[in-house]
């Protein structure tokens, strides 16, 4: 089992920057992929960034490209999203979410998954 814990969603204006945090636990060496998603009201849970545990390797919804940075800290099992020049279509729950099923997109492919965390941003 792994545990995931998301943090530092608020409210912010559109421009800023905000960075949110995914902290994992259990058995962390079992995980190929951590991925944040997010979801709006009446939506599913859509790909924003995706993370290979071991390699680093990232990738990015065109949306977020350029403007996000997924990130790993290996000491503390800790992967950030780094959030710049925000838009109000960045608004959502965002939630991480951990695989280990190698290398995946979909979301119906990650096992585990944190609480989620509300990001708004306001014009």
């Known amino acids: 089992q792994v545990q995931l814990k998301e943090s530092g969603g608020k409210l912010v204006q559109a421009g800023d920057s905000l960075r949110l945090s995914c902290a994992a636990s259990?058995?962390?060496?079992?995980?190929?992929?951590m991925g944040w998603f997010r979801q709006t009201p009446g939506k599913d849970r859509e790909f924003v960034s995706r993370?290979?545990?071991?390699?680093?390797?990232?990738d990015y919804d065109d949306s977020v490209k350029g403007r996000f940075t997924i990130s790993k800290d290996n000491a503390k099992n800790t992967v950030y999203l780094q959030m710049d020049s925000l838009k109000r279509e960045d608004t959502g729950i965002y939630y991480c979410?951990?695989?280990?099923?190698?290398?995946?997109?979909?979301?119906?492919?990650?096992?585990?998954w944190g609480q989620g965390t509300q990001v708004s941003v306001s014009s």
């Open positions: 979410a951990a695989s280990n099923k190698g290398w995946v997109f979909s979301a119906r492919w990650y096992d585990y």
């Open positions: 259990g058995r962390t060496d079992d995980i190929s992929t």
């Open positions: 993370l290979d545990w071991n390699s680093g390797r990232t």
